[in-house]
């Protein structure tokens, strides 16, 4: 079975430096695909960035970036210039490629606050 | 926003009596999930489905059951609610296998 594990529960950033959150997941799978989602306070779940495993260039959406690591089967979310905005939960979550089904994993989440 | 609602958004309820919860979808996608959220435990897949009337459990199914009778719809049943069974409850729609995954406004539940 597929699993998401987020090791840091809280983390926290003063604004405008850069902040690393850390995703590890374990899978048989060769072909599969990965999410970072935030969820501010108000509960509504937001993707941040997506990668595909059998692309080896890391993603990247404006100030959002990953480190994808498929042999060591990590997937971290670097936040730069960090904002009081990207105050929130976020969630690592990991996809496989199954035809009919096609279970969507999550981990525990970290929950990120950027001090002023 | 996509489309996607899920009722009700609160709902009190007492141990033992049967719950079920609603998840609207007006965008034609093929995969819905249901999840709760806990603290410490993020999001735990319940059930999800596949197509009309193709379901299958998730990691957290006991005590729940789903029916997909329509495209646009995806039902989440406690057939007798239990206080373990407090939670929020996230719907969830994608297009297909590695698109984006929009996801409902929660729905909270407390049994008492």
């Known amino acids: 079975a597929q699993t998401v594990t987020q090791s840091q529960p809280e983390m926290s950033v003063q604004e405008a430096e850069t902040v690393t959150l850390s995703c590890t997941y374990d899978?048989?799978?060769?072909?599969?695909?990965l999410f970072w989602y935030k969820q501010p306070p108000s509960r509504q779940m937001i993707l941040v960035i997506r990668?595909?495993?059998?692309?080896?260039q890391n993603a990247t959406e404006n100030r959002f970036s990953v480190n994808f690591q498929k042999a060591a089967k990590s997937f971290s979310l670097k936040i730069s210039d960090s904002q009081l905005g990207d105050t929130a939960m976020y969630f690592c979550?990991?996809?496989?490629?199954?035809?009919?089904?096609?279970?969507?994993?999550f981990g525990t989440g970290t929950l990120l606050a950027v001090q002023p | 926003d996509a489309g996607i609602t899920q009722s009700p958004r609160h709902k009190v309820t007492e141990t033992g009596t049967p719950v079920t919860l609603r998840c609207h979808q007006t965008e034609n996608h093929r995969y819905m999930y249901w999840y709760r959220q806990d603290p410490g435990h993020g999001l735990r897949l319940i059930h999800y489905s596949y197509g009309v009337k193709d379901t299958d459990k998730g990691e957290v199914s006991d005590g729940y059951s789903v029916s997909r009778s329509k495209t646009e719809d995806f039902l989440l049943t406690l057939e007798s609610a239990t206080s373990s069974q407090t939670s929020v409850y996230f719907c969830?729609?994608?297009?297909?296998?590695?698109?984006?995954?929009?996801f409902g406004q929660g729905t909270r539940l407390t049994v008492v």
């Open positions: 990668q595909e495993a059998y692309k080896q």
């Open positions: 899978t048989s799978e060769n072909n599969y695909y």
């Open positions: 979550a990991f996809g496989t490629y199954g035809g009919a089904t096609n279970k969507l994993i």
């Open positions: 969830a729609i994608k297009r297909s296998e590695n698109t984006e995954a929009f």
